[in-house]
C-alpha cells in the first residue's frame, strides 16, 4: 500500500503529486512518481502554463506537458491540469499594450485552444488561480485585473467550459486555509459564478503551510466546509509544510508529521474534500528553497529519498481511516 491506495481505501478518489519533465532523468525518484498505489493523480508543476506553452506569440508548444500526461497515462493515473489564467506569462502577453477587447479575445483564444487540445485528459483544470491579494482579500495585480477586471474570471470560467464540458473547472488560491477574509473573498466569487449560471466544480486549497503554524484538523476541515456547503467540491492541490529555520531538529520534524496528518485528516472528515496533491514530494525539487532563502524541508520525503516521520504520520493516518 501507499499513500493512493490508502486514500482511495478511506473513500477518497487520490492522493497525488506534482512532477515534470525537468524530473524525468532521476531513475530513483520516477520509482516512486510512477507508482499508482503511492500517487494516483498528477499536476505538471510548470510545463502546463501559459508561459510554457505558447512562449512566443502564435506558437504553440504542447510537448512537454504532452509527455507528462502519457507518462501519467501509461502509470495509470489521472491528470489535474494546471493552469490556465496565471501570473506566469509569457513575454508577449506580459509586454504588450492591451485594450479590454483584445486581451479577453487573445484569454479567449488561448483558452480555447489549450483546454481542447487536452480534452478528456484532465480530470479537473485549474482554470483561475492566485486572484485575490493577502491583505484585505481585494484583487490582486495582473495583467488580467488591469485590462478586464473582475470580469476575467467569469470569462475564463465560460472559456473553459465550453472548450470541454467534462473537466471539473476549479478555482485555487493559497493561505484560505489561514486567511478568513481571503477565504471569504472567494467564496463571493463562487457563489457569484453560480448566480450568473457559470461552471465552477471545485476550488483548490493549495496547503503551501508552515510547520508548527498549521491550522488543526478540526479548523482545517471548517475551512473546506465553508465551501463544499456552497455544493462545489474541494482539494488540497498543492501542499507543502515548509521549516521556517533549517536544519530541521527532530521536535521540528515531528511537529511537521503533526501538520501533515491535520491537513490529511481535514481531508478525511469533509465528504466533498476529494483528495491531496503534494507540490513535489522530495525535498531535492521543491520550489521553497529556491523562492525563499533558508527555508523548506516541505516535504514527505528527504533529498535522497528517504521518507520522513511526516510521510509515517500520513500512513499510519490513512491506515486508520
Ligand atoms: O524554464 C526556465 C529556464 O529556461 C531558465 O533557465 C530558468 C532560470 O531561472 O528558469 C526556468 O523557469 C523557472 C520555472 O519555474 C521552470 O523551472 C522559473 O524561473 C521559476 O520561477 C519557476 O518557478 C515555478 C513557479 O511556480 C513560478 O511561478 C515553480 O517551479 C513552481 O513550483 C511554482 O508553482 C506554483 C504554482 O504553479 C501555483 N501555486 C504556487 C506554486 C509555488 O510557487
Not at 12 to 37: C, M, P
Not at 63 to 71: H, I, S, Y
Not at 158 to 186: C, G, R, T
Not at 233 to 243: C, L, N, Y
Request: proline share 3%; aromatic share 12%.
Amino acid at each position: 500500500d501507499g499513500l493512493n491506495s490508502l486514500m482511495v481505501k478511506a473513500g477518497k478518489l487520490y492522493f497525488g503529486t506534482a512532477t515534470d519533465v525537468n524530473n524525468f532523468a532521476d531513475v530513483e525518484y520516477q520509482a516512486i512518481v510512477s507508482n499508482k498505489n503511492m500517487f494516483g493523480m498528477i499536476t505538471a508543476e510548470n510545463s502546463m502554463k501559459w508561459a510554457a506553452i505558447q512562449a512566443n506569440e502564435g506558437k504553440y508548444s504542447f510537448a512537454d506537458a504532452e509527455q507528462v500526461v502519457a507518462k501519467a497515462k501509461a502509470n495509470g493515473q489521472q491528470i489535474r491540469c494546471h493552469t490556465l489564467i496565471y501570473t506566469q506569462l509569457p513575454p508577449f502577453v506580459e509586454e504588450a499594450s492591451w485594450t479590454n477587447e483584445t486581451l479577453i479575445a487573445t484569454m479567449q483564444t488561448y483558452i480555447k485552444n489549450v483546454v481542447q487540445h487536452f480534452k478528456g485528459e484532465c480530470y479537473a483544470w485549474d482554470v483561475v488561480i492566485e486572484a485575490f491579494g493577502d491583505s484585505d482579500a481585494s484583487y490582486r495585480d495582473s495583467i488580467f485585473y488591469r485590462y478586464i477586471g473582475p470580469a476575467f474570471i467569469p470569462i475564463a470560467f465560460s472559456a473553459a467550459a465550453a472548450a470541454d464540458p467534462d473537466a471539473k473547472l476549479y478555482y485555487s488560491d493559497f493561505n484560505l486555509e489561514v486567511l478568513p477574509n481571503k477565504a471569504a473573498a472567494v467564496i463571493d466569487l463562487v457563489k457569484d459564478l453560480q448566480a450568473r449560471r457559470i461552471k465552477i466544480d471545485g476550488v483548490g486549497f493549495q496547503g503551501h503551510l508552515v510547520v508548527g503554524a498549521t491550522p488543526s484538523r478540526i479548523s482545517l476541515a471548517a475551512s473546506l466546509k465553508q465551501f463544499t456547503d456552497l455544493g462545489v467540491e474541494v482539494a488540497f492541490t498543492g501542499v507543502d509544510i515548509r521549516h521556517n529555520s533549517l536544519p530541521a531538529s527532530d521536535t521540528a520534524l515531528n511537529q511537521q508529521a503533526k501538520d501533515y496528518a491535520a491537513l490529511a485528516g481535514s481531508c478525511l472528515d469533509v465528504p466533498k474534500c476529494v483528495g491531496v496533491t503534494l507540490w513535489q514530494f522530495t525535498d531535492k525539487y521543491s520550489w521553497v528553497p529556491n523562492s525563499m532563502k533558508g527555508k523548506g524541508d516541505a516535504l514527505l520525503w528527504t533529498s535522497d529519498y528517504k521518507t520522513k516521520p511526516a510521510y509515517d504520520a500520513v500512513m499510519a493516518l490513512l491506515r486508520a481511516a
